[in-house]
């Protein structure tokens, strides 16, 4: 049974940072695409950021590049998003999501592709 599991939503004024992790059970821990995605109220699912973890290779929305960083750990079964220089626009539910297999580009920022998902982690960033 694959299970995925996010933790690190808070609330942070704008300017901050958050570290939010997501941990995944039940997939093999090398070949799979793991990503980031956010949904703000009544607005589409985002895709924020996407880490193969067969080979590292990472990809980025334009609206986060060089403000969040995508990284997981030795085992490759937990990412990371670090989230630096936060801002109002980047409050969300942010979400874990993960496909058995590499990512594929371009599309690896369509949430269509993965089939796994997690609960969610609320971020709220105040101004």
């Known amino acids: 049974q694959v299970q995925l599991g996010e933790s690190g939503g808070g609330s942070v004024q704008a300017g901050g940072s958050l570290r939010l992790t997501c941990t995944v059970s039940?997939?093999?821990?090398?070949?799979?695409?793991m990503a980031w995605f956010r949904q703000a109220p009544g607005k589409v699912r985002e895709g924020v950021t996407s880490?193969?973890?067969?080979?590292?290779?990472?990809d980025y929305a334009n609206s986060v590049k060089g403000r969040f960083a995508i990284s997981q750990n030795d085992a490759k079964n937990t990412v990371y998003l670090q989230m630096n220089s936060l801002k109002p626009e980047d409050t969300a539910m942010y979400y874990c999501?993960?496909?058995?297999?590499?990512?594929?580009?371009?599309?690896?920022?369509?949430?269509?592709?993965?089939?796994?998902w997690g609960q969610g982690t609320q971020v709220t960033v105040s101004s």
């Open positions: 999501a993960a496909v058995p297999a590499p990512c594929r580009s371009p599309g690896n920022l369509r949430s269509d592709w993965y089939t796994y």
């Open positions: 039940g997939i093999s821990n090398s070949g799979k695409c």
């Open positions: 880490i193969s973890t067969g080979d590292g290779r990472t």
